[in-house]
């Protein structure tokens, strides 16, 4: 069955290395969001996509954190350098096609993380 | 800040109970999405409730909204230890052009013991 898929799954750094994560959206899907989850924030949006084209990046901090789509099946958010603070569960969520007006109320779909440790 | 927050932060009941979760927000919404995560793994979307809708139903489990008291409950009927896991609210809003915000709460913690 079709399913949003994150590489890699685990990732253990030294504070100052570049961190890059990948996405491969459900076929199809032409929405795709990145989360982090930490304990003390939970769940946050850093960034989301439509269409291959970045509509909102404003929970990311900019200085550090780039996200991008080269391609419908790919996208990446990459932590350049990264700092113990970033130390999160990232998720990436795909949407489904959905209609111009309403896309936001479609269900996303949750790949299972990559688990991020700066040390 | 958070838009949504759970309540309670843990639950934990015998399987067979029912076991309801609240959320309370805080601006004005779109939609409310009850999202289930069990550990170590992603999240799985389980109910929309737009807010023109009142109750809504998916199986076991049942969702209520009131907007007036910009609050949510989530009721799951015969509970079973499957459905041990993390549970989200989210809610959305959209102003137009490329203006919208998914928040989610940080979550109830249910664990049904056998």
């Known amino acids: 069955d079709a399913r949003v898929t994150q590489t890699p799954r685990h990732k253990v750094t030294e504070m100052g290395q570049e961190v890059t994560m990948r996405c491969q959206p459900i076929?199809?899907?032409?929405?795709v969001f990145w989360y982090r989850q930490t304990m003390m924030q939970g769940l946050e949006l850093l960034a989301y996509?439509?269409?291959?084209?970045?509509?909102?990046d404003s929970g990311m901090p900019k200085d550090r954190f780039s996200a991008e789509m080269p391609d419908a099946t790919l996208a990446t958010l990459k932590i350049q350098p990264s700092e113990p603070r970033d130390s999160a569960v990232y998720f990436c969520?795909?949407?489904?096609?959905?209609?111009?007006?309403?896309?936001?109320?479609?269900?996303?779909?949750f790949g299972p993380g990559t688990r991020l440790l700066v040390l | 800040s958070q838009q949504g927050e759970e309540d309670p932060q843990a639950l934990s009941i015998q399987e067979g109970e029912n076991a309801t979760m609240n959320c309370s927000y805080k601006?004005?919404?779109?939609?409310l999405q009850w999202y289930r995560q069990n550990s170590g793994r992603g999240l799985v979307h389980l109910i929309l409730?737009?807010?023109?809708?009142r109750e809504k139903h998916s199986g076991r489990l049942r969702v209520t909204l009131d907007t007036s008291k910009k609050s949510s409950s989530l009721l799951i009927t015969a509970s079973r230890a499957a459905d041990t896991a993390s549970y989200f609210c989210?809610?959305?809003?959209?102003?137009?052009?490329?203006?919208?915000?998914?928040?989610f709460g940080k979550g109830t913690l249910l664990t049904v013991n056998p």
């Open positions: 409730i737009r807010s023109n809708e």
């Open positions: 601006t004005s919404i779109n939609n």
């Open positions: 076929l199809g899907h032409n929405t």
């Open positions: 969520a795909s949407g489904p096609r959905g209609s111009g007006v309403i896309w936001y109320q479609e269900t996303q779909y």
């Open positions: 989210a809610t959305d809003s959209y102003s137009g052009g490329s203006n919208y915000k998914l928040t």
């Open positions: 996509f439509r269409n291959r084209a970045p509509l909102d």
